[in-house]
C-alpha cells in the first residue's frame, strides 16, 4: 500500500489556474500508474487524468487541453495542472495510485477541495 496526499487545492475565479500536488509516502511509485480522479457536487466520482509508470497520459474528454497531468518519481509526486478552469471544475479531486499489474486503482488520497466561482 502507498500513503497518498493531495495539496493545492482552493477557491478560484473562472478562467485561473491551479496546481495540484500528489505525494505518496511508504514506498517509491516508479511502478506505479497514477490518476486524478473528482466528485462534485451530488455526483458520481468521475475519471479526470492518469499518468501510467512509462509516462503515458490519460484524460477525460472535458479536460483535454486544459489540464496536464505529470510525475516527478524522486519526489514520488504526481501533479495535475489545472488551466482556464470552469465553475464546472469544481468538486473534490483525489489522487489514485495502483501497481502496474492490477487493472484498478486501489490506493487512494483523501482529496483537496476545487471551487471555481463565476
Known amino acids: 500500500q502507498v500513503e497518498l496526499v493531495e495539496s493545492g487545492g482552493g477557491l478560484v475565479q473562472a478562467g485561473a489556474s491551479l496546481r495540484l500536488s500528489c505525494t505518496a509516502s511508504g514506498r517509491t511509485i516508479t511502478s506505479y500508474d497514477m490518476g486524478w480522479f473528482r466528485r462534485a457536487p451530488g455526483k458520481e466520482r468521475e475519471f479526470v487524468a492518469a499518468?501510467?509508470?512509462?509516462?503515458?497520459?490519460t484524460y477525460e474528454d472535458f479536460v483535454t487541453g486544459r489540464f496536464t497531468i505529470s510525475r516527478d518519481n524522486a519526489k514520488r509526486t504526481v501533479y495535475l495542472q489545472m488551466n482556464n478552469l470552469k465553475p464546472d471544475d469544481t468538486a473534490v479531486y483525489y489522487c489514485?495510485?495502483?501497481?502496474?499489474?492490477?487493472?484498478?486503482?486501489?490506493?487512494w488520497g483523501q482529496g483537496t477541495q476545487v471551487t471555481v466561482s463565476s
Open positions: 489514485a495510485a495502483k501497481r502496474r499489474t492490477v487493472p484498478n486503482f486501489d490506493n
Open positions: 499518468i501510467s509508470w512509462t509516462g503515458a497520459e
